[in-house]
């Protein structure tokens, strides 16, 4: 989770998820029927599918999971949405009860902040029967509730219908896009255009000007950060193009100001053929609200608006949307988004026929997903990294978040993007000193583990090595950027760096230990330990790789470092010794394990990064974390008293309603029985956990996508992997769909999963007995592997071919790994690398 959970929030929302669910009146029904029937028909005819027809956007649009359902094409640094009232930090949200502020082209996908993210530059469609005067333009005046059951998406197009019928919708390009309204018979359009507001009202002053004969309004200005200082101001432009190449014409036109509250509509101030505002930010608090106003001549059913962006100029806004939209039609954007979707969708195929259709259409719903975020920004670039030469992406939000599952997935089918992304992050090492945790709105956001970017970047090096030099990655240039995460300490770790003197000097993150040198927010020293010694074993993985011996030595001993808060005297429950923060002087400062878990009995505590987060751990509880060293699981066992005693304590911590589905921290527990030789057990737990806490409706993501952070653990859960980030080992589970074929352009590879004797039945929360799930065997390209447990990316994913998952319902004669259980680092596991 990347929220900022408040307090109060967690207990209020959770009621408020069940009032919701009874509600649903979103979206249209069309929208599951049509996914249906296209499933249907690729069972019959699997040579002509359209894979953007299997995907559900409005998956977690409910329930918190602040999925953003806009028209956007993969990776698109616009899309389009309508903004929403409430809690709605993607702008829309399924709840019939909230009302729309407008559309606007600038959304994250994915990410929890308290009010929301972008939401920049609305427009809204209003019908003002009585003239320009009495439209309502402010942002109170001009709500409207949608028209129930209507709402309509699929990838690269949006649409939603307000309360007076009139119909928006919203096609888009990376950094541009048309809108088309349609208004009732025998009305005259009117529209505003929304200056100042954005979701976190963070307004710091901007302009607007109306050019009538161009029949063009530019404006731009600068706001703050949904998830970061509010110190630092990001710019935006956009350029809105209002004559559909010379086929629609204005009529009036003028700007607007007005207060956020007290006032009637009409006490909002217009003028009418003005065509200039110039705003300061309003240093009193609030918004200053402010825009412009417009009709159109005649009685036009039919409205098109073309849209550009950019973090540049107004002049590039313009430029971008010359150049993406130019005069193509709604059509012929639709058209072209959907053949870039399919471009990535298509990188994974499955055996329609044979495949559970919920499976189907959660598997490509979460792929949607996987490629929506990051934004990217190339060549939109402010600040510190203006006309940079690098790939540039927005919204690295946050990469403790999408670090586990997100880029290990991308590693299967797309070194290409995954390495300019990688160039992205070390352009923010070579630009600002330190890789970004969180990139928000451009600016540094909030760090919450450490510098995940290093297990982020060392995966790609593990993964891509031998093909980095033609990615355009330097290895000797990523491994710098390792270093400076690793070794120096920035003088506020609030954004970007670790706290690493201390680190260092102490071998964990003190509680209350003095720092004359640095500054930073003195919480979470527990995970950040936790977390700071898996990006320490990242680091020590490339150096294997380079051959920097001493470096290796140095890195493998600080891998360890996760040892060093764990107090094997803390109990919870029966069981012993869990992670805790820990003084300078060693003494521990104990918390109860279940403090911070979702059945802690005060769920007002305070586990985020709020200052008096006292349990040290972020948006967890020890319980949890206390299972996060995923490099050295045998000692972690050990521990824990044995194996026994560990699948004990796990299926414990299932039972007890510890585990945090919805929290990254959790993501790698399901799996974790495979390290005390049990993988049976994962298998049945990965079951339950996919089949209790996800599905196809929107409700069905439990919280928070994190930027696609859920949508590939739910890929990988279902695909029957689970990758180790920042290596190449893959953990084997059990597939939830009989084949599956990824494919590797840039490699020129494909590989084909094949499950023998897979069972349909097998597709539920409690897999029946006697139906077969449980891996017996593992056969890659002929040969069968010694462990029925792991394997490693080089044999599978890099070579291609084909891989048969034998799987059988004798639970008993398989419950073990056979020749090796997957690697730790203190039993000699990732000794080498490939
Ligand atoms: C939509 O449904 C909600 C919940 O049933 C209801 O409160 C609202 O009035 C409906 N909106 C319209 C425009 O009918
Ligand atoms: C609006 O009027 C036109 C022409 O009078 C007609 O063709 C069209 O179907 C009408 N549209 C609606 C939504 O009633
Ligand atoms: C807006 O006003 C400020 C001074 O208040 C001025 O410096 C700036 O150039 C003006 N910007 C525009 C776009 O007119
Ligand atoms: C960036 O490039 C533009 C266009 O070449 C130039 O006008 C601008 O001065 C450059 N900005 C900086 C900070 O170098
Ligand atoms: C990002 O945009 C740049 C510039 O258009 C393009 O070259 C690159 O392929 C894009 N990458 C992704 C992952 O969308
Ligand atoms: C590291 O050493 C090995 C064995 O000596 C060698 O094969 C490999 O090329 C070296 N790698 C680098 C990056 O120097
Ligand atoms: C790590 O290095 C420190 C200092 O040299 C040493 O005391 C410690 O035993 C080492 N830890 C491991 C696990 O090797
Ligand atoms: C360590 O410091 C803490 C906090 O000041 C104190 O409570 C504890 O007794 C100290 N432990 C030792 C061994 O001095
Ligand atoms: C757990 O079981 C495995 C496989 O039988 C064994 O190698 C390992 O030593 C056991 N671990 C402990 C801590 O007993
Ligand atoms: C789960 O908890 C319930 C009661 O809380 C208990 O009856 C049951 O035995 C537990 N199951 C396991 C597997 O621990
Ligand atoms: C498919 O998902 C829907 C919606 O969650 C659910 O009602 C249905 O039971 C699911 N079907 C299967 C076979 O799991």
Avoid at 149 to 172: R, V
Avoid at 337 to 355: C, G, P, R
Wanted: glycine residues 8%; proline residues 5%; negative net charge.
């Amino acid at each position: 989770m990347s929220a900022l959970k408040l307090g109060g929030l967690v207990t209020v929302l959770g009621v408020a998820s069940q009032l919701l669910s009874l509600v649903g009146a979103q979206p249209s029904p069309v929208v599951q029927e049509r996914i249906s029937a296209a499933i249907s028909r690729a069972a019959i005819d699997p040579q002509n599918v359209d894979y953007t027809e299997f995907v559900n956007v409005f998956i977690g649009t409910d329930n918190y999971g602040d999925v953003c359902p806009g028209a956007s094409i993969p990776f698109g640094m616009v899309k389009f949405s309508t903004d929403l009232t409430g809690y709605a930090p993607a702008g829309y949200v399924t709840d019939p009860t909230q009302q729309i502020r407008g559309l606007s082209p600038m959304h994250d996908s994915g990410t929890g902040s308290s009010l929301g993210t972008y939401g920049n530059f609305e427009i809204m469609p209003l019908l003002c029967p009585e003239g320009f005067d009495t439209c309502a333009v402010r942002l109170d005046d001009r709500l409207r509730y949608r028209k129930n059951n209507t709402d309509e998406a699929y990838p690269g197009y949006f649409a939603q219908t307000l309360d007076n019928d009139i119909k928006m919708e919203a096609t888009s390009t990376r950094r541009a896009g048309l809108e088309r309204f349609t208004f009732p018979n025998g009305s005259k359009p009117y529209f505003t255009l929304d200056l100042a507001n954005d979701l976190p009202q963070s307004f710091a002053g901007g302009s607007m000007n109306i050019d009538p004969e161009q029949g063009r309004i530019t404006m731009g200005g600068y706001w703050g950060s949904s998830f970061g200082p509010g110190a630092f101001h990001y710019q935006a432009f956009a350029c809105y193009d209002l004559l559909d190449g010379g086929k629609q014409t204005l009529d009036e036109y003028g700007v607007w100001t007005g207060e956020t509250f007290g006032l009637n509509y009409w006490d909002d101030a217009k003028g009418l053929g003005l065509t200039h505002l110039n705003l300061s930010v309003d240093l009193i608090g609030d918004v200053y609200q402010s825009g412009a106003l417009l009709s159109y001549a005649g009685e036009p059913e039919e409205i098109i608006i073309r849209v550009g962006i950019s973090f540049v100029s107004l002049e590039q806004a313009c430029a971008n949307a010359e150049a993406e939209v130019g005069d193509a039609s709604f059509e012929d954007i639709v058209d072209r988004s959907k053949a870039l979707w399919n471009a990535q969708l298509s990188k994974v195929e499955i055996d329609f026929a044979q495949t559970e259709p919920n499976v189907t259409e959660m598997l490509y719903s979460s792929l949607y997903r996987s490629f929506l975020t990051p934004n990217n920004a190339t060549d939109e670039t402010q600040g510190d990294f203006v006309n940079t030469t690098h790939f540039y992406f927005d919204s690295l939000y946050c990469s403790w978040d999408t670090f586990r599952t997100f880029y290990p997935l991308m590693a299967l089918h797309s070194p290409v993007e995954f390495a300019q992304i990688v160039d992205n992050y070390i352009d923010s090492y070579l630009k600002r000193g330190w890789m970004p945790d969180c990139r928000a709105n451009n600016l540094p956001g909030w760090t919450q583990g450490g510098s995940s970017a290093d297990v982020i970047i060392g995966h790609f090096a593990m993964t891509y090595h031998e093909e980095a030099e033609k990615l355009g990655i330097n290895l000797e240039q990523l491994y710098a950027a390792m270093i400076a995460d690793a070794e120096i300490n920035p003088p506020e770790w609030n954004i970007q760096g670790r706290q690493v003197n201390v680190y260092k000097q102490y071998g964990y993150v003190p509680f209350a230990a003095l720092d004359t040198a640095s500054t930073g927010r003195m919480t979470r020293e527990g995970s950040r330990t936790l977390e700071y010694a898996y990006e320490d074993f990242a680091v020590r993985q490339v150096a294997l790789l380079l051959n920097k011996t001493d470096d290796v030595t140095t890195y493998t001993n600080r891998s360890y470092f996760y040892r060093n808060v764990w107090d094997p005297t803390v109990e919870s429950d029966g069981f012993t010794g869990f992670s805790q923060k820990r003084y300078s002087n060693g003494t521990f400062y104990y918390t109860d394990p279940i403090d911070c878990s979702p059945a802690d009995p005060d769920q007002n505590r305070e586990c985020s990064l709020q200052d008096d987060n006292i349990v040290g751990f972020y948006e967890s509880s020890s319980w949890e974390y206390s299972y996060f060293a995923p490099h050295d699981m045998a000692y972690l066992v050990k521990l824990m008293g044995g194996n026994t005693t560990f699948i004990q304590r796990l299926d414990h911590f299932f039972n007890a309603s510890y585990f945090n589905v919805g929290n990254e921290p959790s993501f790698n527990t399901p799996i974790n029985y495979h390290y005390a030789d049990s993988p049976t057990k994962s298998v049945d737990q990965v079951h339950n956990t996919v089949f209790s806490y996800f599905d196809i409706t929107p409700a069905g993501l439990p919280g928070n996508d994190d930027q696609g952070a859920m949508a590939t653990i739910l890929a990988w859960d279902l695909l029957g992997l689970y990758p180790v980030p920042g290596t190449t080992e893959i953990l084997v589970v059990s597939p939830f769909l009989p084949k599956y074929t990824i494919h590797n352009e840039y490699l020129g590879i494909s590989t084909t999963f094949t499950v023998k004797n897979f069972d349909p039945r097998s597709v539920q929360q409690t897999i029946p007995p006697g139906v077969a799930a449980y891996v017996k065997s593992v056969t890659i390209n002929g040969a069968e592997a010694l462990s029925r447990c792991h394997f490693d990316f080089y044999d599978v994913f890099r070579v291609g071919g084909e891989v048969v998952i034998e799987v059988t319902a004798d639970k008993d004669a398989v419950n073990d790994c056979g020749a090796s259980l997957p690697f730790s680092l203190s039993t000699g596991g990732f000794d080498t690398v490939r």
